[in-house]
């Protein structure tokens, strides 16, 4: 069953399956067909977005358990409206001793029922980076010690963090030295600064709290999916959401075994009949797309929220705002130089670990005479200019070629003299060839693909987006940031190809994972167009902010004003000082310049924070940009509006995040997972204001013409006249019914200028769009 539109839940403890269950009715209301879940499985006590699965066999007691949700599945069947779960077979959490899959790991070794499922190097102790400093400290200092509990061992850390001791020393652990002891575990207590270098299993990114999970072994696969084949195979779900599809080993593989056990499945004759709906967690980097082999509906929507973004903002502002942003932080005017020094950075600082494990699979498949350190250049080099997430091997689909010769022209400036027959080597065995065994080749080029694929998010969205302040709207998951604006034309491009290729994947502009709110980045984008203006509001608020600043940097204060504008309130907000000073500090620290999460320079912070506070609580600054929210108010609603109606109209699927009916002036998490109130969204649609408003209709026109929207054609209206590269307008046709859409963009629709359908339909654009900047209709 392909959903109609799906909301999106973030549950935990605070908001369970049966807080969800009471808004059934006005989501109902809403225009809404599925609840789309964040992950529902047992996660890690008190977890607050559950991808820190500790048990993938249970569904959280935490959110009410089965029971609960099977009342709420219940009662979105009672409406005909179905449930979509987000789930997470990359990794899962193994923090304190809540696990019991891990807990097993660490007690019996590679003998534990469990050993196959974490990707673990076997040939040393597994390293568990939890102490705050050297074990020899930790001992000395007594923070190691002994438990008995329900007739085990354990051993203790701080004497919070349990450890299990192996079966054949439970007798008389105590008549041990701790030393010992110690040594004779599966594991090693390590210093958790050390893990960067000496982890021997494979984490998410760099967080040392989440373990990746070997789903391309079958039995890993049925141990870890049961819970999902069931709950569709009952007619629970109708489809599910893969997180970080691109951590697997196989992801081609891996979807299509998903498919294939999903939709085998017998479904009761009162549930939907399938296909299931799948669309993966994918960061499609420039040009690249989505192979049609891997038989899902598509992507989570991170494309598409770039897309529209990027046609909102306008790129006759891009030379002036580059320039801007050079002078104010001395940093370079181009994306690309700092995403190469956040590779170079991030590879050295947080994944040498697993570097050097990729590197040892080349050696031991490399010809006489490329020495390891020669590997090890190669792979690094690689690793700096890679354009993708990653390729997908060891078959090396076609695909993946085009991605292959960019780095091989990128890569160039950074070989050394003499080695580039090296680096070719290397993309040889990235294509499927090269000497050595089948199984070793494999092995390399695995280790490769899940090393580019977080290099890719950490120094890109997690660091050069913090470091880079030329305009923070272009600046988020699965942005090409270095691009200022997408042209009417080249989005007529790319949405022709979704109606021909991806009808059915999900569209959004707002996620739990996203950095500014879908109006933040509407109200930002508009600085594209008003650069000479914003030069101004910017010299005004640095003399305003002079007397405050203290020593904070002129970039950092640059990204705050930023900010401050994104996420200025139409009304006094008690807590707004705090959700900024909470973005500036994870902001800070991302970034890694003046502060980190490894090192945190709490002063800066508190300067930083203190900046920030005090242009809020200062009147001629509260003055100056209100005055400039007058200015760019009607152009940013403009904005607004537009993304509804382009999410709601375009092919695929649309999702709202939780609360986004109204305006979404958030910042990164946890700033976009506050607590929605519902009743006011409801008591709304009586008097919606025009967000809400055209979000109602719209879902309103997809209830009642689903099959326009689900199966409608896409085709671009001629623009004719002066300011074509101001308006965008499309036909959809399903049959004899058809869909016309027209927005403005960067402005009012100049005069004189015409809109002319492909079914022969013309219209003067300044009647269409005179009252609104959207305008549609249906016949």
């Known amino acids: 069953m392909i959903p109609r539109a799906t909301y999106r839940l973030q549950f935990h403890k605070g908001f369970t399956f049966a807080d969800a269950e009471a808004i059934v009715p006005y989501l109902d209301q809403l225009g809404i067909s599925h609840i789309y879940a964040s992950p529902i499985t047992t996660a890690a006590p008190g977890s607050t977005h559950g991808y820190d699965v500790i048990d993938p066999t249970r569904i959280n007691p935490e959110l009410g358990g089965e029971e609960a949700f099977r009342s709420l599945v219940k009662a979105l069947r009672s409406r005909d409206m179905g449930m979509i779960i987000d789930i997470v077979p990359n990794h899962m959490g193994v923090a ?100 960067n270098d000496e982890l021997n299993w494979r984490r998410f990114f760099a967080i040392n709290e989440l373990a990746g999970v070997r789903i391309e072994d079958p039995e890993v696969f049925e141990r870890t999916h049961a819970l999902y084949l069931r709950l569709y195979a009952e007619g629970l779900i109708d489809g599910v959401r893969v997180d970080h599809v691109d951590g697997l080993t196989d992801p081609l593989g891996y979807c299509r075994t998903l498919r294939e056990r999903l939709d085998g499945s017998p479904r009761p004759a009162d549930a939907p009949s399938g296909p299931a709906w799948i669309v993966i967690e994918k960061i499609l980097g420039p040009d690249e797309t989505l192979s049609q082999e891997w038989q899902v509906d598509g992507t989570s929507g991170y494309d598409f929220m770039e897309e529209v973004t990027a046609v909102l903002h306008d790129s006759t502002g891009a030379e002036s705002l580059s320039a801007l942003w050079h002078e104010i932080s001395g940093r370079s005017p181009d994306l690309q130089s700092e995403e190469l020094l956040a590779r170079q950075q991030l590879l050295a600082w947080q994944f040498t670990g697993q570097l050097e494990g990729c590197v040892d699979a080349f050696a031991a498949i490399a ?86 694929a977080p290099i890719a998010a950490k120094a890109l969205e997690d660091t050069a987006f913090y470091r880079y302040g030329r305009l923070l709207s272009r600046n988020d998951v699965g942005f090409d940031a270095g691009v200022m604006a997408l042209s009417p034309a080249a989005f007529h491009q790319r949405m022709q190809a979704r109606a021909k290729h991806w009808p059915q994947a999900m569209l959004t502009t707002a996620t739990h994972d996203h950095k500014r709110g879908e109006d933040t980045r509407a109200r930002l984008a508009v600085l594209s167009e008003t650069p000479a203006r914003w030069r101004e509001a910017v010299a005004e608020w640095e003399r305003i902010a002079a007397p405050y600043s203290n020593g904070v940097d002129r970039g950092d204060r640059y990204m705050l004003f930023q900010s401050l504008l994104g996420a200025w309130p139409a009304a006094s907000e008690e807590d707004f000082a705090d959700r900024i000073a909470a973005w500036q500090s994870k902001a800070l620290r991302e970034a890694k310049l003046r502060s980190s999460w490894e090192a945190p320079d709490e002063v800066y912070e508190r300067r930083c924070n203190d900046l920030a506070r005090a242009l809020i609580d200062n009147g001629r600054f509260v003055g100056a940009m209100n005055a400039f929210l007058a200015e760019i108010g009607h152009a940013a609603n403009r904005n607004s509006l537009i993304q509804v109606a382009l999410r709601c109209t375009l092919p695929g699927v649309p999702d709202l995040y939780q609360g986004n009916e109204l305006a979404d002036l958030s910042l990164v998490d946890p700033d976009n997972r506050r607590p929605v109130d519902y009743a006011a969204r409801s008591a709304a649609l009586s008097a919606p204001p025009p967000k809400l408003r055209l979000l109602y209709d719209l879902l309103q026109a997809r209830r009642s013409h689903t099959a326009l929207f689900a ?23 399903h049959g004899e019914r058809i869909l016309r859409c027209a927005v403005t963009l960067h402005g009012a629709a100049q005069p004189g200028t015409a809109v002319l359908f492909p079914s022969g339909v013309r219209y003067s654009a300044e009647s269409l769009l005179e009252q609104s900047p959207v305008w549609y209709e249906i016949t």
């Open 96 to 195: 304190g001793a809540t696990n019991p899959w891990w807990n097993d790991v660490l007690r019996h070794g590679r003998n534990s029922d469990y050993a196959a499922v974490f990707d673990i190097d076997w040939s040393r102790q597994i390293v568990l980076p939890v102490l705050g400093s050297s074990l020899t400290q930790a001992i000395a200092d007594g923070a190691i010690g002994l438990h008995r509990e329900k007739e085990r061992w354990w051993i203790t850390a701080y004497n919070e963090t349990r450890f299990p001791i192996r079966d054949d020393d439970q007798d008389a652990p105590d008549q041990l030295p701790l030393e010992t002891l110690l040594a004779r575990q599966h594991y090693r207590l390590a210093y958790w600064r050390t893990a």
């Open 367 to 452: 010809p006489e005479g490329m020495t390891r350190s020669m590997l090890r250049r190669a792979v690094e080099r690689l690793l700096w200019v890679f354009p993708v997430y990653r390729t997908y091997g060891p078959n090396a689909p076609a695909s993946d070629e085009p991605v292959r010769e960019v780095v091989r022209a990128r890569v160039q400036p950074h070989v050394p003299p003499g080695e580039a027959a090296v680096v070719d080597q290397i993309l040889e065995w990235l294509a499927g060839g090269g000497p050595g065994q089948a199984a070793q080749k494999a092995e390399a080029v695995r280790r490769f693909q899940q090393l580019s």
């Open 711 to 733: 199966s409608g054609s896409y085709e671009p209206a001629i623009i004719e006249g002066d300011g074509s590269d101001r308006l965008l307008a499309f036909e959809r046709r």
